[in-house]
């Protein structure tokens, strides 16, 4: 690959974000606001669907996860990411309606959460920051 081709793949990892979502219509709404934004955006409707995309090697620079799922929660995706070495340092923003969430955090391991509903200018800092 020519060294061109390799930056382009390398700009394309740092643009591209894994959403985690059972809600098809707030996955794709925020799929396409990152689009505009000039991010590459994967979808997943559950932590295994997560999990099986992840590990055919597209990684993103950033997870946006929700916890309520079915098939597989955030909380047990979380639980297997953590201890993956290959994926274990993609960062996670929890993206939650709960009310507790913050005293949950260390648990998770989390970088940060977005409270539901959601404040476009607060999401498109937060991504920005994981995906310079």
Known sequence: MSREGQQQSLDAGRRRILIVED????REALAQILSDE?????????GQEALDSLRVGRRPCLILLDLTMPVMNGWQFRDIQRHDPVISGIPVIVLSAGQDLPAQMPVLGLQEFIRKPIRLEFLLDS????CR
Do not use: K, T
């Open 23 to 26: 809600d098809s219509d707030l």
């Open 38 to 46: 000039g991010y590459e955006v994967l979808g997943a409707s559950h």
């Open 127 to 130: 991504v920005a920051r994981f």
